[in-house]
């Protein structure tokens, strides 16, 4: 059974950054996208990212274009979300899921991807201050 666990969150000031990781077990796939994902209170649960594994293709949510940037270390497997330029606004739950082959999720659809995510993580908390 493939897990994730979030890290990185935390309290940081308007205009500072952030690296999110996402680290997976139990992960065998070649073919995957993962994505990034955030909850803020009384919201619903929003894609931020994701990327395709086959080739690398990385999507964004508009809000968070050009100040964000998923990455991966296949050989840790462990993917990034670089957040810099943070906004009160991005104040919310972190999660990470993925797209995998037999495994169940909920769709979410990035501008130019869109596919059933799945084996959540926990999520970690970003707290921007303004």
């Known amino acids: 059974e493939v897990q994730f666990v979030e890290s990185g969150g935390g309290l940081v000031q308007a205009g500072g950054s952030l690296r999110l990781s996402c680290a997976a077990s139990?992960?065998?796939?070649?073919?995957?996208?993962i994505g990034w994902f955030r909850q803020a209170p009384g919201k619903e649960r929003e894609g931020v990212s994701c990327i395709i594994s086959r080739d690398g293709s990385t999507y964004y949510e508009d809000s968070v274009k050009g100040r964000f940037t998923i990455s991966a270390d296949n050989a840790k497997n462990t993917w990034y979300l670089q957040m810099n330029s943070l906004k009160p606004e991005d104040t919310a739950v972190y999660y990470c899921a993925a797209v995998l082959s037999g495994v169940r999720g909920n769709y979410y659809r990035f501008p130019g991807y869109g596919g059933f995510f799945g084996s959540w993580g926990q999520g970690t908390q970003v707290t921007v201050s303004s």
């Open positions: 139990g992960f065998t796939f070649a073919d995957y996208v």
